[in-house]
């Protein structure tokens, strides 16, 4: 596991196009943070521009979010941009020989969606879980806000952080599980200041008012004082997204809030939390969802990255055969 | 019953067609009759008690409160509050050792509840009360010492502390182990079932939050824990309490034990158990008013969580 940049995967000659980016264009279009990689597993370096031809005519609009690679390694050139919220690299998982997350590279910049998009089983949940540590991942590594999550180098060699590093690494985080796993014996507003009171050293008064304020914008202020099990499924999600907001994080990961949520109105809400900042992992199985949710779509199949870019071309004009095919099975299935 | 049909036709609220509804009370005139019928064994309960002279009431009264019956009291208290406190330490070492990773501490810990839960309470509390049996003295020292010794060749005093066995297995030590013993079993599966309701993603959930794995207990998995475990605590409590009377058999003179001694040395026995089921019937009422307190304010402190 050495941190050495591969050579060749420097995407020097993209630089000049990036490093002037028109300045109309909002700040999650102007990069492009996830690698781009073939579906075939042999790990040599890509050409930029090959897999997507529709950004081979330079249109003046798209020259600054032509698909790139990144190197593991941000250049010089690179570092007008926001440092990623979230780096995933080289992550892989593997359960009893099983390998359900294979050599998976992430970024998310602040304030951006990024959505998971593959197959029940696809590693999407996985990924999620390792993105907050609550699964050790078998190889590779997760930056936080620039910190790594749940080990500290010693040499050449990681050292598992203690339970009490690792809690204060997770509070940076945002997770919204599927289910999503309220406290039964709280009610809602207990839910959402729980974080902030019992975690963070917010009073209980300046959280009840935090909470209130949040509730209000995901729209449920009406259920403050109702319990998890007398809501509807839609409003659990509601009331998990307000509890991992709650705690002001780097990175907010839900999972499957479609299922729950129509998927329009989950669609809003992530966008409208992704104005507050935080960077936004959100994994889904509808092609639909993460058109209208995403600003990044990284489709997953069977563990590892087909392929990952602008939303709107990997899933209008997919590069890969084998993404066109998940995306066609998920469009397929009933949901 | 007309005269109940014309008290109801001119109660109740108006239709919008002018109407108005007749209520009829639901009424229940043979579940009346059932209980009329059953006050009657009360009744002859009640005499029963008041005329038959086996009850002995004047030694009843003569007895009850005398000092050798408090003394027992007290130590029915004594046994009870100590096989309480140690039950649940041990019970607690048990509960972790179930949930730990160690196969051979799991293993320990089933074995324990199999053995105490297998075994009548009071089989295992005479069973102690004749521990004596097994050794004359016992030492306090170093685990197979005497073998080390004849390995080395050597002759390591190594025994610090010595009791005479028979006096130490017969008595307080023996009704406290007796107890404790077993109500760590019990209070050991009460747990379990309280720990089997609890979500694990609730306390991932938690962890999520940035809490530590002991904050993600205390805040996410004992309060839907607690609903499960405090009534059950509660019953098991009342239950070690009425056991008690069984230490009575190690012997231990508690409660129980101290009446019917004097049953048997003044021959009127049938006195003395009556005054023990007053003792126990005022004793376990108090005790059952101070857990329904505690668990309305736990409830209280579980549900206002604000």
């Not at chain 1, 264009?25 to 073939?38: D, G, K, N």
């Not at chain 1, 078998?138 to 050292?159: A, C, E, F, M, N």
Request: net charge positive; aromatic share 6%.
């Amino acid at each position: 596991m050495s941190d050495q940049t591969p050579t060749g995967e420097n995407p020097a000659d993209q630089t000049s196009t990036s490093q002037t980016p028109t300045s109309q264009t909002p700040a999650s279009e102007t990069t492009q943070p996830v690698p781009q990689r073939p579906a075939t597993q042999q790990p040599e370096p890509q050409r930029p521009g090959t897999h997507q031809p529709a950004t081979q005519p330079p249109d003046p609009h798209e020259t600054s979010v032509t698909t790139r690679p990144i190197s593991r390694v941000v250049p010089q050139e690179f570092r007008h941009e926001p440092d990623p919220v979230l780096r995933a690299d080289r992550l892989t998982k593997t359960y009893r020989r099983r390998r359900v997350l294979d050599d998976v590279d992430l970024q998310v910049l602040p304030g951006q969606v990024c959505c998971l998009l593959g197959p029940a089983g696809a590693g999407k949940t996985t990924l999620l879980r390792c993105a907050i540590h609550l699964e050790q991942p078998s190889r590779g590594r997760v930056w936080i806000d620039g910190s790594l999550l749940g080990y500290r180098q010693v040499g050449s060699k990681l050292r598992p952080l203690s339970a009490r590093h690792v809690a204060a690494q997770r509070r940076t985080i945002g997770f919204v599980a599927d289910p999503p796993a309220l406290f039964g014996t709280k009610t809602v507003l207990a839910n959402v200041i729980e974080g902030p009171t019992q975690v963070g050293n917010t009073t209980k008064r300046t959280a009840i008012a935090d909470a209130t304020a949040l509730l209000e914008r995901l729209g449920i202020a009406a259920l403050a004082d109702a319990y998890p099990a007398d809501l509807a499924d839609a409003d659990r999600v509601r009331v998990a997204l307000a509890r991992a907001m709650a705690m002001e994080p780097k990175v907010l990961l839900v999972d499957e809030p479609a299922a729950r949520l129509p998927a329009p109105a989950a669609a809003e809400l992530l966008r409208d939390l992704a104005t507050t900042g935080p960077g936004i992992v959100v994994a889904s199985r509808d092609p639909d969802f993460a058109l209208r949710v995403a600003d990044v779509a990284a489709v997953l199949d069977a563990g590892s990255l087909v392929e990952s870019g602008k939303a709107r071309d990997v899933l209008t004009e997919p590069a890969h055969k084998r993404t066109a095919a998940v995306l066609a099975a998920l469009r397929e299935q009933p949901r | 019953m007309s005269a109940d049909s014309d008290a109801t036709a001119t109660t109740g609220t108006v239709r919008p067609s002018g109407q108005p509804i007749k209520t009829v009370a639901h009424r229940h005139p043979w579940s009346w009759v059932l209980g009329i019928l059953l006050l009657l064994p009360l009744g002859m309960l009640a005499h029963l008690l008041a005329t038959n002279p086996a009850f002995g009431w004047a030694t009843v009264r003569a007895q009850v409160f005398s000092a050798t019956v408090l003394d027992g009291l007290w130590r029915t208290l004594f046994v009870a509050g100590v096989a309480l406190v140690g039950g649940f330490a041990v019970a607690l070492g048990l509960t972790l050792m179930r949930r730990s990773g160690n196969p051979l501490l799991r293993l320990l810990s089933w074995a324990y509840c199999w053995f105490f839960r297998a075994l009548p309470r009071i089989v295992v509390v005479i069973l102690f009360g004749s521990l004596g049996v097994l050794y004359g003295r016992l030492d306090l020292g170093i685990p197979f010492d005497f073998w080390i010794e004849r390995r080395l060749g050597l002759d390591l005093d190594t025994r610090y502390f010595s009791f005479d066995s028979a006096t130490l297995f017969s008595g307080v030590v023996a009704a406290i182990l007796g107890l404790t013993l077993t109500q760590a079993a019990y209070f050991t599966e009460v747990m379990r079932d309280a720990f089997a309701g609890t979500d694990e993603a609730e306390r991932e959930a938690a962890l999520a939050l940035g809490m530590t794995p002991g904050q993600a207990r205390r805040r996410a998995v004992l309060p839907p824990a607690m609903r499960v475990l405090a009534p059950a605590g509660g019953r098991e409590i009342v239950r070690l309490y009425a056991d008690t009377a069984l230490v009575a058999f190690v012997p231990y003179p508690e409660l129980f034990g101290t009446l019917r001694g004097i049953g048997d040395q003044t021959g009127s026995p049938f006195p003395m158990l009556v005054a023990a089921c007053l003792w126990y019937l005022a004793t376990v009422s108090i005790l059952l008013i101070g857990l329904s307190v505690v668990r309305q304010w736990a409830t209280r402190r579980l549900e206002a969580h604000r």
